[in-house]
């Protein structure tokens, strides 16, 4: 199934975005997915960004989400960001250590608190941590009456914040 060309056009919009940014190249991998390469900012490398694609009656929608690893000694489990901070369905002393930490960094709380989140998970699989981030923003939404596509561009740093909560996150977890 092909992509909108509308649709297209708003992610060409988010890696002109992208590579305004300094220390930061943005590079199309396919349709809607691209990598950030980031220079100049340890131990953030490279950050893959994909639209996640939801149907609805009268319209489709694209998450953006972010995604990152870091190697990490937890060899599973998930924390999810909500109303308290980071928590556990399935918590363990690793993880709650973890949680613990996070929770406690003022920096990651006013980076997250000032951002539309759709979504914050820290996934555990065989010592690495995957961290997947969404944003309200650089959501595009193509609705077939009216014909319409849009996208939710960024009022403040949003993607700044996104790199640098990654960055945070990838910081303390690699110390686990």
Known sequence: MSINN???AKNKLFLDYA????????VNVSELTNELKITNHEPLKTVLCSYNKK?????TEYDLWYEVSVPCTIKSGKLSYGLHG?????PNDALT?????????TLLKKLVGRNDLLGLDIIFINGNAKIRLCFLTFGITKMIIPPLTHMIKPVHK??????????????VANKF
């Open 6 to 8: 509308n649709v297209l």
């Open 19 to 26: 590579n305004r940014l300094p220390d930061v190249e943005a």
């Open 55 to 59: 149907s609805r009656l009268w319209s």
């Open 86 to 90: 980071f928590v556990s369905r399935h």
């Open 97 to 105: 250590a973890l949680a613990e930490k996070l929770n406690a960094n």
């Open 158 to 171: 949003e993607l700044i914040d996104a790199l640098q909560i990654m960055q945070i996150i990838m910081t």
